[in-house]
């Protein structure tokens, strides 16, 4: 089966084609940070219009690339939530009106679940059961994943997202927007040592998280050195790398320890923050230590994108998890807030 997907969750607009058998045929991505940057966030009116003006002309760029009609395709999925109102509306309601027209069902998937799945799109894929560490824009969760759709959450965030974290942080430090990979860029620079920052709840003793007093501990130094004569360059890099590394060094502590108290061996990162390196190395380093594996998606597919989406409902139907009748209403509804562990089996 051919699976037509949409995200347009935030701020960039995905569509993608995978095959249930073959996997992934083609994706078209449009990020639209270059329109935010001058906000410094994504402002959600602007996201919705833009969306509508990209999700055609990159509907037309995936069939051409992947040399397939519309006619071919046999699903349309698409985000349904969670994310914004307005954005989500954009790619729900083109997904239900090719579906309509073609006269397929369309079906709607967990943004989470389809960062969740992405690293089966690697090579290696890892096989169920294993832990999940979501780390994302919004989320930061651990999860035991037994199968499509079987997700049983560990730990969270009690305040901000890792994601959230690299951004605020970024932003005290003068970055630009999104500020992940800015401050992962600075950091290079910096020395890590130089400031010792707070690993919140490292030492909790479950498998949850905190992020929002890192941002506070960085904003008491950035005024401390303002009153001293500023923040020179130096400065801005050492305390990139220190935020850095504390964030990483939190969350590979939990999750090795949600390894751990699982007796799972094998680890799966997915969402934006999994594209940063040192992240990357540490957990690899870690876990082959324990003669486990760690698994993480194709560096481009971390962050939003449409290939996560078809892929996720395509895991879903090979599954036996849709039922594709019910899909042929087009009637649909978005779940602005939309909780993972509420998702249907
Ligand atoms: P959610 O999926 O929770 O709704 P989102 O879709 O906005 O949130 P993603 O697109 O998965 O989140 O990831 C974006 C986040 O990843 C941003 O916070 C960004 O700063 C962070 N990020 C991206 N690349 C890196 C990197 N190399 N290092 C650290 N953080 C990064
Ligand atoms: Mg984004
Ligand atoms: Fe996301």
């Keep these: 089966m051919i699976v037509l997907g949409y995200e347009s969750s935030c701020d960039e607009t995905g569509v993608a084609l995978v095959c249930t058998e073959r996997g992934l045929l083609a994706h078209a991505l449009h990020s639209q940070v270059a329109m935010h940057e001058a906000y410094g966030g994504v402002v959600p009116e602007l996201a919705s219009r833009d969306h509508i003006q990209r999700v055609l002309p990159l509907t037309d760029q995936t069939l051409n690339e992947a040399g397939l009609t519309l006619a071919q395709v046999d699903v349309v999925a698409y985000t349904a939530g969670p994310g914004l109102a307005g954005a989500l509306l954009v790619g729900a309601s083109v997904a239900q009106s090719v ?81 992940g990979p800015a401050l992962s860029r600075l950091a290079e620079q910096g020395d890590a040592q130089a400031y010792a920052l707070p690993r919140p709840m490292l030492h909790s003793g479950d498998l949850d998280f905190s992020f929002s007093g890192l941002k506070t501990a960085v904003l008491t130094q950035v005024r401390k050195h303002e009153a001293d004569g500023g923040v020179t360059e130096a400065r801005r890099a050492d305390l990139a790398a220190a935020t850095e590394a504390a964030i990483v060094d939190v969350l590979a502590s939990k999750a090795l320890k949600a390894m751990r108290q699982t007796g799972l061996k094998q680890l799966v990162v997915a969402g934006g923050v999994g594209a940063n390196r040192h992240l990357r190395q540490r957990l690899q380093t870690e876990i082959s230590k324990l003669k486990g594996r760690v698994f993480f998606p194709p560096v481009a597919l971390c962050t939003d994108n449409g290939a996560m989406i078809a892929f996720a409902a395509a895991q879903r139907l090979k599954a036996g998890l849709v039922d594709l009748a019910q899909s042929n209403s087009h009637a649909f509804t978005i779940r602005p807030r939309w909780a993972l562990e509420d998702l249907a089996v």
Excluded: C, N
Excluded at 106 to 130: C, K
Excluded at 152 to 175: H, N
């Design 99 to 179: 579906a309509w027209a073609l006269g397929k069902p369309a079906i709607p998937v967990h943004h989470l679940e389809g960062h969740l799945l992405s690293p089966l799109l690697a090579e290696p894929a890892p096989e169920f059961p294993f832990v999940a560490l979501l780390v994302s824009g919004g989320h930061t969760q651990l999860m035991r994943v037994d199968g499509v759709g079987r997700y049983e959450l560990l730990g969270e965030t009690l305040d901000d997202a890792a994601g959230e974290a690299f951004d605020k942080t970024a932003k005290l430090l003068g970055l630009g927007y999104p500020g």
